[in-house]
């Protein structure tokens, strides 16, 4: 598999330097930044496959570098990493256009396998965003007549979620569920863009009523 | 055994270089805690100050004036401001109990010293000849003591409870209610009846309306006077106390990060050659402060989630082995809803125990009408159908305490698969 090239955006030059040690020799590290002015100068410079990005930043915060560098580095991928649990936080860099989120204190091969999928232009749930998705998402099955597509997770979307807020793997829940990976990417892929796209007035309400979790 | 925590409260005598400072004791008061305070400065039994001030007030009237001039010059015994700041956050947020507070207040003493002092004081009355004078003034000090044992009540509520603005209102009546206004009128009442007796001892009852209604006028145009000034005073002491607050909040991190992340890091630095141990007081350090910054609810196990992160606390203090917990929906622990909690948590002990996993996952999806919890791990496994008979934890303490609350319990595991232990409350639709 060849190197991605990563760029870490951080504002703690101790966690940068671990996720690099972590990282090793699996990717290629092309820059790491401290704020969001460095951040976008520095994608925008070196055009990575990859950005870890922190949810905090001086500056502005993790969107914002998503959403300065819009349509200047059309091929850049960015991964949320973050210590912060903030719902509101999370999924508003979800919704800047983050391809996932992972926390701080994930392994290094988990970390090098979330920047191979994103690399792929796949979406990466930790467990803790499938919970937060559910959560935005509750009780939209019910009133599933009255919403649009892109405001409720499909019966098989949900249990996707599930299974990954359960600790499931992609390949653990695609044998659970009796479907390929491919198709649990496909599930994974429809999911981000709901929860990107949706214009749901309760994910906003319910972002602000869980402002921390 | 350690020190009772009331009395780390205020007693001026536990510091041995302070003077002693004599101070009124509303907590037992039976007027206006004048007598309590003095007989535990001087070290008297408190029936013995109380009847000496009845005997001077018999006798002459000066016990009071004595006690009138003690009620206005001693300070009202403070409650707050002299505890440690982890104490008195932990007060805060709920998580000790605060000092005492009496609620139900005996008045049988107080009724009974004042039939009695009613009784000897119309005897002398009726002895001497001077009742011309005497009723009104014994009715003059009953409504000045009810309005200024008003002012110490509200005083003692600012105290205890030291949320929300202060107003006008709530500096002269607190949040006392009925009782509060009634001590309030009566007072006033008692006040012009005395005025209008004094008048009507002099002169005929015309007169004594007359005075009666200029004594409420002159009241009326007091307030009218004051209350800009009570007013501005309110505002002033709205602003002191909301200043106090954000100081006593600096307090309260200054506190926390010295119990916890500098303990911590101490005992990092001293177990710097075990990286397990390191590991796992890091990631106690990090549940502890997470749930300091972002938990709302102050860390207190009420709520279905807390309670699961307080398991997952329990399992990796006590293994080693972290647990991730997500929680969909947060509802408060009921009845219903505890069973499914302990059963999580034996699961997860388990898990943390036999499994060998490096982590547990525990899932918890809670609707209106059922609370679910997965409790995953990828370790070693086993085989559920043979498991001995004497196995207690997991028939026990899991599938049959599901069972008995309505519940159900589902193990799926297999040798070199891990396992997983699915949970499901169904709640009735009482709640």
Same mark, same amino acid.
């Not at chain 1, 590290?29 to 100068?41: F, R, S």
């Not at chain 1, 001086?58 to 949320?80: C, E, N, Q, S, Y």
């Given at each position: 598999?060849? !190197?991605? #090239? %990563?760029?870490?955006?951080?504002?703690?030059?101790?966690?940068?330097?671990?996720? &690099?040690?972590?990282?090793?020799?699996? *990717?290629?590290?092309?820059?790491?930044?401290?704020?969001?002015?460095?951040? %976008?100068?520095?994608?925008?410079?070196?055009?990575?496959?990859?950005?870890?990005?922190?949810?905090?930043?001086?500056?502005?915060?993790?969107?914002? *570098?998503?959403? !300065?560098?819009?349509?200047?580095?059309?091929?850049?991928?960015?991964?949320?990493? +973050?210590?912060? @649990?903030?719902? /509101?936080?999370?999924?508003?860099?979800? !919704?800047?256009?983050? !391809?996932? =989120?992972? #926390?701080? #204190?994930?392994? $290094?091969?988990?970390?090098?396998?979330?920047?191979?999928? *994103?690399?792929?232009?796949?979406?990466?749930?930790?467990?803790?965003?499938? $919970?937060? %998705?559910?959560?935005?998402?509750?009780? #939209?099955?019910?009133?599933?007549? *009255?919403?649009?597509?892109? @405001? &409720?997770?499909?019966?098989?979307? &949900?249990?996707?979620?599930?299974?990954?807020?359960?600790? =499931?793997? =992609?390949?653990?829940?695609?044998?659970?569920?009796?479907? +390929?990976?491919k198709t649990v990417e496909t599930h994974m892929g429809s999911v981000l863009r709901k929860l990107q796209l949706s214009s749901r007035h309760e994910l906003t309400r319910w972002a602000s009523e869980r402002r921390l979790l | 055994m350690t020190t009772p925590l009331t009395d780390a409260r205020s007693d001026p005598r536990s510091d041995p270089g302070a003077p002693r400072k004599a101070y009124r004791d509303p907590d037992e008061a039976v007027l206006g805690g004048v007598a309590a305070g003095l007989a535990e400065h001087l070290g008297l039994p408190v029936l013995w100050v109380r009847v000496g001030f009845m005997v001077l007030a018999v006798m002459g009237g000066s016990g009071v004036m004595f006690y009138a001039g003690l009620w206005m010059v001693l300070p009202s015994r403070r409650h707050f401001d002299d505890q440690a700041p982890g104490l008195a956050a932990a007060e805060r947020q709920g998580k000790r109990r605060r000092g005492r507070i009496r609620r139900l207040v005996d008045f049988g003493p107080l009724v009974a010293i004042g039939a009695i002092a009613l009784g000897i004081a119309g005897i002398l009355a009726l002895v001497t000849g001077q009742g011309g004078i005497f009723w009104p003034l014994v009715l003059g000090i009953a409504g000045v003591a009810l309005l200024w044992r008003q002012a110490d009540e509200a005083q003692r509520e600012r105290w205890l409870d030291s949320t929300g603005r202060i107003n006008v209102v709530r500096a002269v009546v607190g949040t006392g209610g009925a009782a509060a206004y009634l001590r309030l009128l009566m007072g006033v009442i008692l006040l012009v009846v005395a005025i209008m007796l004094i008048s009507l001892g002099s002169g005929d009852w015309a007169a004594a309306r007359a005075v009666g209604l200029a004594a409420v006028l002159c009241l009326l145009g007091l307030g009218f006077i004051v209350g800009p000034w009570l007013f501005r005073l309110s505002s002033d002491l709205s602003e002191e106390r909301a200043e106090r607050i954000r100081s006593q909040e600096r307090a309260d991190v200054a506190a926390h990060l010295h119990d916890s992340v500098l303990q911590t890091l101490a005992l990092i630095q001293k177990s710097a050659q075990d990286p397990a141990t390191v590991a796992r007081l890091a990631r106690a350090q990090e549940r502890d402060l997470r749930s300091w910054l972002f938990d709302s609810a102050g860390g207190d196990p009420t709520t279905f989630a807390a309670a699961l992160r307080q398991i997952a606390g329990e399992v990796d203090d006590a293994y080693g082995v972290p647990v991730e917990v997500v929680c969909v929906g947060d509802p408060p622990v009921s009845e219903k809803v505890r069973p499914i909690v302990l059963a999580t948590r034996e699961a997860a002990m388990n898990a943390a125990r036999h499994s060998g996993a490096a982590k547990v996952d525990v899932y918890a999806e809670a609707t209106p009408t059922r609370v679910e919890v997965f409790v995953r791990d990828? $370790?070693?496994?086993?085989?559920? $159908?043979? %498991?001995? /008979?004497?196995?207690?934890?997991?028939?026990? +303490?899991?599938?049959d305490r599901m069972q008995r609350h309505g519940g159900t319990a589902e193990i799926r595991s297999r040798p070199g698969e891990g396992t997983e232990v699915r949970l499901t409350q169904p709640l009735g639709d009482s709640r």
């Open positions: 598999m060849t !190197r991605h #090239t %990563v760029v870490i955006v951080d504002d703690h030059a101790m966690f940068r330097a671990g996720v &690099r040690a972590e990282l090793g020799d699996a *990717v290629e590290v092309l820059a790491e930044a401290a704020d969001v002015d460095e951040a %976008v100068a520095a994608v925008v410079a070196r055009q990575p496959e990859v950005v870890l990005l922190d949810v905090h930043l001086p500056g502005g915060g993790g969107a914002d *570098v998503i959403r !300065r560098t819009h349509g200047k580095a059309p091929d850049t991928k960015f991964l949320a990493l +973050s210590v912060s @649990d903030a719902a /509101e936080d999370v999924i508003g860099t979800i !919704r800047a256009g983050a !391809r996932g =989120y992972v #926390t701080k #204190t994930i392994t $290094g091969a988990e970390l090098v396998d979330a920047i191979d999928r *994103v690399a792929a232009g796949d979406a990466v749930f930790s467990p803790r965003l499938a $919970g937060f %998705v559910l959560d935005a998402f509750a009780g #939209t099955i019910e009133v599933a007549a *009255v919403d649009e597509d892109l @405001d &409720r997770l499909t019966e098989r979307e &949900r249990e996707v979620m599930r299974l990954i807020a359960r600790g =499931y793997s =992609y390949k653990e829940v695609a044998a659970e569920l009796f479907i +390929s990976i | 990828r $370790g070693s496994g086993f085989d559920p $159908g043979a %498991v001995a /008979e004497d196995r207690h934890g997991l028939r026990d +303490s899991i599938v």
